[in-house]
């Protein structure tokens, strides 16, 4: 007969605790201890990644420079090509007023130059031809980073025609009692060149710099799309109608095989002497309707015949 278990005192249990918990909290520090040292030798891979990434970007843009001075010369033949592309940009368009658009019909080029340094920054610059709207025949808004390594902004000044300041024109609106009242409409794109408190977080150069002007003609052909699809909504009506016209006639069209079928008949040894070839086709289908397969080869002759 085996000796009864000693007892454990609860004093004992409690000892026993703390030293496991004690071993666990020194596990677990040395678990956290080893990860960040191993995340520290991931840190410096992806230092190293970053600085040989921006050599390759570095490389890049400038062997992309001669293809975006191509590019620009084959858009200047096209009329209304950057207001057309940023109308139809889906987030900027919705940053674009009715006035805004009509400035911006007479933009002719934008280019976005990239500092050598790409980290440093890039500027945007957007040229005009003479407007009704400012003098400047060239607006342009820098990024860069500043003196605590901030990314900053700056901006050419616009140099606004007498009453055509978009960025502070008034607006009337009608209230409910028919009176009008002047509100000033801030709400321009033009705004965005004298909006310089936070670079950092500004998402319309970002937008125009790694979207728009990486391929601005992606852009462009979405308004033809979308006039394609326009004209064919347009149609919709006539396309009904036809269905319409051709559920009326399908009492006709059966009356009208019987004829089919004699016409088939004569136009046999016409089709025939024209592509002897398809006399053995034809004859292999005997389980076919005559009339229907007369119609298939005579669509087929067209086709060999022209």
């Not at 620009?72 to 889906?90: G, N, Q, R, Y």
């Not at 006035?99 to 040229?127: C, M, N, P, Q």
């Not at 390594?149 to 050419?156: E, F, I, M, P, Q």
């Amino acid at each position: 007969m085996s000796a009864p278990a000693a007892k454990v005192s609860k004093k004992e249990l409690t000892t026993n605790h703390k030293e496991a918990l004690e071993t666990l909290e020194k596990e677990q520090q040395e678990a956290v201890e080893r990860i960040d040292e191993v995340q520290n030798e991931i840190d410096k891979l992806n230092e190293q990644a970053s600085a040989e990434i921006l050599k390759v970007e570095q490389n890049y843009n400038q062997l992309r420079q001669p293809f975006f001075q191509k590019r620009s010369e084959w858009i200047a033949k096209i009329p209304d090509f950057w207001v057309t592309t940023l109308i139809s940009h889906p987030q900027l368009s919705s940053l674009l007023g009715e006035e805004d658009e009509e400035a911006l019909h007479h933009l002719t080029r934008i280019e976005v130059i990239e500092f050598e340094d790409v980290k440093s920054g890039y500027r945007i610059d957007f040229y005009f031809e003479e407007n009704p709207y400012f003098e400047n025949k060239v607006i342009s808004k820098e990024f860069h980073l500043d003196e605590s390594g901030d990314l900053a902004s700056k901006s050419t000044e616009i140099q606004w025609k007498s009453g055509k300041d978009l960025t502070t024109r008034p607006c009337q609106i009608l209230n409910k009692g028919g009176r009008k009242r002047l509100r000033e409409e801030p709400d321009s794109f033009f705004t965005w060149f004298t909006d310089h408190t936070d670079a950092g977080a500004d998402e319309l150069g970002e937008l125009i710099k790694d979207d728009i002007w990486l391929n601005p003609l992606q852009y462009y052909l979405v308004s033809d799309i979308d006039h394609e699809e326009g004209e064919g909504e347009g149609n919709g009506d006539e396309i009904v109608g036809l269905e319409d016209s051709d559920g009326d006639e399908e009492d006709s069209e059966e009356d009208e095989e019987d004829d089919d079928d004699e016409e088939g008949f004569q136009l046999e040894t016409v089709i025939f002497e024209r592509a002897p070839s398809l006399e053995q086709e034809f004859t292999s289908s005997t389980n076919q309707n005559f009339g229907s397969m007369t119609g298939m080869f005579l669509r087929r002759l067209l086709l060999s015949c022209s």
